[in-house]
């Protein structure tokens, strides 16, 4: 345990003996059964995979520290990536544990805090794009065709390669693949990376069935259901504010082998799973992550029987990242009190005890 993806998934990971073992300790990350949300929603068994903690608390570490490996590996000194906030995180930790210059583009004033602080704390340059990820993504990639730097993101197929890691890890606790994987899609890298993971493991014989894969797009951001690119992006889950993803054919594929499906959820859908999460299960999510339990909350309310079912949702990313969502949800107002414990006491109603 904390070995690190590179070494406990060697044997299925492009590793070769000059492959430097690189790790912050990424992986093995919690599956926890719900308590409250399951049976409020007639679901069967359900169960969180809590990918907020990894090392910089998005499910991104799994797959970069794959990528950053071969880019130490293959003699880059720069590594690049285009990003809503959480690659750039994960890429900058991984540039600076490798010794790396680490450069990100973001799309200018649409970061999350948190993650835009993890950038800067890790000494990425981080330089703002005067647009949104879509077109921050193209220009990381044209970039990284013409020059000598290693494009990150999951266009980078050992991006997939460590993230789908993250199948092999479920069906090993659940000893066996779920009957349905929820999961939010944005570049659709990550549905791509379980699809895989689920399919070596079922062809190896570690799992006897496939899981149903159910991809959620937050409605303003839709383009896999729209069938179309969309310029402009919105929603309050700007992890996923993403118009025309790069793994989009990968995200059909997956959909369709798996005779799964790709719908939507609105913002608001995603902020009532985000409070739900918290205030019945304990569990702190960004709001994208949140986009996996709106599925199967909406799932379920649309008259899919999961009375008998075990469903994972994919909790892909800390509440931490994004605070100022938290803070606009608040259902209680803070209170203010002196430095007194009576004045306290007397707040509560509580009673002496005798
Ligand atoms: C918390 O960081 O695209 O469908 O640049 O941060 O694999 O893109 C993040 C995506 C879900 C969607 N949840 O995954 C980026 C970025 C969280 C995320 C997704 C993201 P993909």
Not at 317 to 333: E, I, T
Request: aromatic share 6%; net charge negative.
């Amino acid at each position: 345990m904390g070995e690190g993806v590179l070494k406990r998934y060697r044997e299925y990971l492009p590793v070769t003996a000059d492959t430097p073992m690189l790790t912050m300790g990424e992986g093995d990350t919690p599956l926890v059964e719900s308590r409250r949300l399951g049976k409020e929603f007639g679901i069967g068994h359900l169960f969180f995979k809590l990918e907020g903690c990894n090392p910089t608390g998005s499910f991104k570490d799994r797959g970069m520290v794959v990528a950053v490996a071969k880019a130490m590996e293959a003699g880059h000194t720069t590594i690049l990536c285009a990003s809503t906030g959480n690659t750039s995180a994960s890429a900058a930790a991984y540039g600076a544990a490798a010794g790396l210059e680490t450069v990100v583009l973001v799309p200018a004033g649409q970061i999350a805090a948190g993650k835009l602080s993890q950038a800067v704390a890790y000494g990425a340059r981080v330089i703002q794009i005067a647009g949104n990820f879509d077109a921050a993504l193209d220009i990381a990639r044209e970039v990284a065709e013409n020059y000598d730097i290693s494009l990150v993101n999951s266009v980078n197929p050992h991006r997939i390669e460590g993230q789908k890691t993250a199948a092999f890890e479920i069906i090993e606790t659940l000893g066996a693949a779920p009957d349905n994987l929820f999961i939010p899609v944005g570049n659709a890298g990550n549905i791509t990376a379980y699809w895989k993971g689920f399919k070596e493991a079922h062809d190896d014989e570690r799992a006897s069935s496939l899981p149903q894969m159910m991809g959620f797009q937050a409605e303003g951001a839709a383009p896999i259901v729209a069938g179309h690119p969309i310029a402009d992006p919105q929603t309050i889950a700007s992890a996923i504010r993403i118009g025309n993803p790069a793994s989009w054919s990968s995200a059909i594929t997956a959909r369709d082998e798996s005779g799964g499906l790709i719908g939507t959820v609105s913002d608001e859908e995603i902020l009532e799973a985000y409070k739900l999460l918290a205030r019945m299960e304990g569990v702190f999510c960004e709001p994208a992550s949140a986009a996996s339990v709106a599925g199967a909350i909406k799932s379920a309310r649309a008259g899919m029987d999961l009375s008998s079912s075990t469903i994972a949702c994919i909790i892909t990313g800390h509440g931490l990242k994004d605070p100022s969502v938290a803070m606009g949800l608040a259902d209680r107002p803070q209170e203010e009190a002196p430095a007194d414990a009576r004045t306290v006491a007397d707040m509560l109603g509580a009673r002496p005890k005798r």
